[in-house]
């Protein structure tokens, strides 16, 4: 894979346009946990080596919960929304209580589900923002240890030596004790279509 | 009685939602697809009234469900609820037949809403 071209101008924008998409998709989840207050961290941008990723969710033996969707059309991305098991069973207890969280097929249902709709909402925003047509595909959800969830859902497109563009932010319900992050990670071509779109060289 | 509908969503937790809600207002649902291809075999054996479709789906996506069920019977009456919401999407799924179409995450009085104004 080409080392990225990408510069701290070019990293703001992509943390500007973040905030945007990742704003719609915390919106979105508050909606569906009954209007429940939810903090979201101002997002980042930056080049890091994919063995890395699991470090910044906690470690790369940390158990968890990913839901995650890839973009085409437009634009080629991963969006990857990510939380501790005991986050996804408080999430999946919110919204059916009564069910076994991560045990019940229901609850993993529950879990595809909002991952579907939340990382479809920073989709529109971003196509919104930019005119892209961006093409989601069908949710995947994998419980596992970070490090395995990221080299699984990153495989088929880089190595884990490679250095990426991480676009990233977490969120946090106080109230239900729910936190979770966000990632995404656009290839190449997405980020020069992007940034040809917005009229940066 | 109430008006006969077939929920579409490859998502088990939203066909439960849309059921609650849909029973709740007095509708009774006749049918589940989990994808586009069982819906547009579903609407032949189960001749619904009304269709709920999802756009994301495997194996046939909601537009292309709605073309084929379309092609079957121009009458039909299908809303698309959906969690993707990009204009050009919006507008060819309206322009292959759906009468309304609804973003996710949506409030219950909205897909009612819609159910009616088709005709439900």
Redesign the interface.
Known sequence: MVKQQIDERKLDILKELANIGFGNAVT?LS??LHEEKISMDVPSAELVYLQDVPELLGGAELPVAGVYIESHGGADLTILFVLSLDSSTNLILT??PGLAGLND??GI??L??VG??MT??Y??AL??MTGL??????PEIAVDMSGAIISTVIAEKCVLEDEVVLIKTTLKSMQKSIEGHILILPDNRALNTIFTLLGIR | MGKRILITD?????R?TLRNVLEKNGYEVVGEAEDGLQAVEMYSSVNPDLVTMDI???KMDGIEAIKRIMQKDPDAKIIVVS???????VIEALNSGAKDFI???FQPDRIVEALQKVGG
């Open positions: 979105s909606q569906m919204l059916v097929q229901m249902s529950v595809i589900e579907n709709i479809n909402s989709l529109n196509s919104f047509l961006l093409i989601p595909s069908p | 490859d998502t088990a937790f939203m439960m994301t789906m495997p969690a993707m919401g990009q204009k050009a999407l973003v996710k995450p």
